[in-house]
Nanobody, 119 residues
Framework: QVQLVESGGGLVQAGGSLRLSCVAS????????MGWYRQAPGKQRELVTA???????NYADSVKGRFTISRDNAKNTVYLQMNSLKPEDTAVYYCKTDTTSGLGLRSYWGQGTQVTVSS
């Protein structure tokens, strides 16, 4: 079994920065895609950004130029650096990985971390 633990959320003023981390643990053979999603109250969960094991990235238009995803494969960790935060970035942020473990290839989700941006 694979567990994902996120950290780094909190309350920040508009224009500020936060850095989220997500560590995967368990019997992991490999992790392909690691990504960040978010869900605001009353809205559907949406993809924010993702990164492949080779370092290819994609971003939602709403965060391009402000957010940066990175990963440390040796530590099974993915990061999300969020700069120039806006009130509309307020949401619960979830980490998701496509992981090959003893159970085969599966997608795993973290428990979520709250990000609140005040105006």
């Amino acid at each position: 079994q694979v567990q994902l633990v996120e950290s780094g959320g909190g309350l920040v003023q508009a224009g500020g920065s936060l850095r989220l981390s997500c560590v995967a643990s368990g019997t992991i053979f490999s992790i392909n895609v690691m990504g960040w999603y978010r869900q605001a109250p009353g809205k559907q969960r949406e993809l924010v950004t993702a990164i492949t094991s080779g370092g290819r990235t994609n971003y939602a238009d709403s965060v391009k130029g402000r957010f940066t995803i990175s990963r440390d494969n040796a530590k099974n960790t993915v990061y999300l650096q969020m700069n120039s935060l806006k009130p509309e970035d307020t949401a619960v942020y979830y980490c998701k990985t496509d992981t090959t473990s003893g159970l085969g290839l599966r997608s795993y989700w973290g428990q979520g971390t709250q990000v609140t941006v005040s105006s």
